[in-house]
């Protein structure tokens, strides 16, 4: 970093659309941290623009997602057509705008969720890690809606928020946890 600021420049950077799973590319090809994610299909893309100065290194990025589903090999989370965009205007801490809005058509990790829409701003807590200020939040759920409008979800534990549920047939609710 030090190189860094002695110096100005910038550069700009670009992910052409890499198709996801068994044919293609799986997730820690991209980021090795991902390395648990087994990709089934879909495409991510993306762009990030980097520049320094004697201000020191700022940068920007979007990340975009048509039709990804994954599954976590340790936890057995799928994710199912994940759809969306996410805008970094941050890369250190990472940070977004609000209004960033991801859809995904089938979410389950052991509770089948559906139809799920999540609008969101990724800000950093007191400690610097990441934090979802949750705007909205709307999914399918054993027959009716879960749904939830403000809250927090940090990385490090600092969570607050509040579900409303409607509409949930108790039959479906308990066949989805393996109850009879």
Do not use: H, Y
Request: aromatic share 4%.
């Amino acid at each position: 970093q030090q190189a860094m600021t002695a110096a100005t420049g910038d550069v700009k950077l670009s992910l052409a659309p890499l198709r996801l799973g068994a044919g293609g590319v799986q997730p820690d090809a991209v980021l090795p941290a991902l390395g648990r994610l087994a990709a089934k299909s879909g495409t991510v893309n993306g762009e990030a623009a980097l520049a320094w100065d004697e201000a020191g290194p700022r940068g920007a990025a979007r990340v975009g997602f048509d039709g990804v589903s994954v599954e976590d090999a340790d936890s057995g989370l799928a994710v199912d057509g994940l759809s969306g965009a996410i805008d970094f205007d941050s890369l250190a801490p990472l940070a977004t705008p609000p209004g960033q809005t991801l859809r995904v058509a089938r979410l389950d990790g052991g509770v089948a969720l559906g139809d799920v829409r999540l609008d969101f701003q990724l800000l950093p807590d007191r400690a610097g890690q990441p934090a979802v200020v949750l705007e909205a939040f709307e999914a399918g759920f054993a027959g009716g809606k879960l749904a939830a409008r403000g809250g927090r979800v940090a990385a490090s534990g600092d969570t607050a928020l509040s579900l409303a549920v409607a509409g949930v047939e108790l039959g479906s609710l308990l066949g989805d946890v393996g109850a009879e």
